[in-house]
């Protein structure tokens, strides 16, 4: 057998634009919901969601098969945890909260085997088909996707090094804690934070890397689409769920309690 190939990783190094969910409502039966509806990516969120490694696995077999690739953000930059989430299969990470070119460098390390890095071997996982897969050390990087999580002022700062570290596939602007860090939480129209995200994107893309943003405008995704931004989340499942729910009652003469 051979690994999966990882559509969304060779779309980005080809430079074509992936639009995709986020997903936070951790379950299987939700992922499956959305896996037709033609996004090319669903982010799986397990950082602010009750998700976690059993219920991305259930996840991915709910997505297998189906046309949109699957990106997980684990909670926290931890080998331990990238190891789990990688045994289990999964070919696109999303680091949260990167800072440092140093960060970044562990983060890449955690998802190389010795003498690279830093992952643990096993030959039976999921990701091997369960040793089906035999030459899976061989090949695991060429399917590989790692991306991080650029979301703070510091972060901004040393954007050109950590786009720069190799092995980072892509850099990712979190704007909603850039907001807080910038002094404007929960203002995510606020100009300086509007203009702190298309300035990291323009860096990002002048350093060769992929730019990525989530923004639930549709009018700024097109505007970080146009400065070259190439993974863009435009919406996010939950989002949908309540404020659906909140019309539909609204259209009855009913407010949400």
């Not at 779309?11 to 639009?19: E, F, K, M, S, W």
């Not at 460098?105 to 996982?125: C, D, E, F, N």
């Not at 720069?164 to 129209?189: M, Q």
């Not at 989530?214 to 499942?237: K, N």
């Amino acid at each position: 057998m051979k690994i999966p190939h990882n559509a969304f990783r060779h779309a980005l190094i080809d430079g074509v634009a992936q639009i995709g969910l986020w997903c936070t409502l951790s379950s299987a039966f939700t992922a499956e919901v959305v896996a037709d509806a033609g996004f090319d990516w669903l982010l799986l969120d397990t950082e602010h969601s009750p998700g976690d490694v059993l219920t991305v696995l259930g996840q991915l077999q709910a997505l297998g098969g189906h046309g949109s690739s699957p990106v997980v953000r684990p909670a926290v930059n931890d080998p331990v945890l990238i190891k789990r989430y990688l045994d289990i299969g999964v070919q696109s990470l999303l680091i949260p909260y990167v800072e440092t070119a140093e960060q970044a460098q562990a983060a890449v390390a955690a998802t190389r085997y010795p003498p690279a890095g830093i992952r643990g071997v096993s030959a039976l996982t999921r990701a091997t088909a369960f040793g089906r897969v035999t030459d899976y050390p061989d090949h695991v990087e060429r399917e590989l996707c790692l991306l991080v999580q650029i979301e703070s002022r510091p972060a901004l700062d040393a954007i050109e090094e950590i786009a720069s570290v190799e092995g980072v596939d892509g850099v990712f602007i979190g704007p909603g804690d850039l907001a807080a860090s910038l002094g404007h939480i929960g203002k995510l129209n606020h100009p300086d934070v509007m203009h702190a995200v298309e300035s990291a994107i323009e860096r990002i893309v002048e350093i060769g890397k992929p730019a990525g943003i989530l923004t639930g405008d549709p009018a700024f995704a097109d505007r970080c689409l146009a400065l070259g931004a190439t993974f863009v989340a435009v919406g996010i499942d939950a989002g949908i769920l309540a404020r659906g729910a909140d019309a539909l009652a609204r259209r009855f003469g009913r407010e949400p309690l």
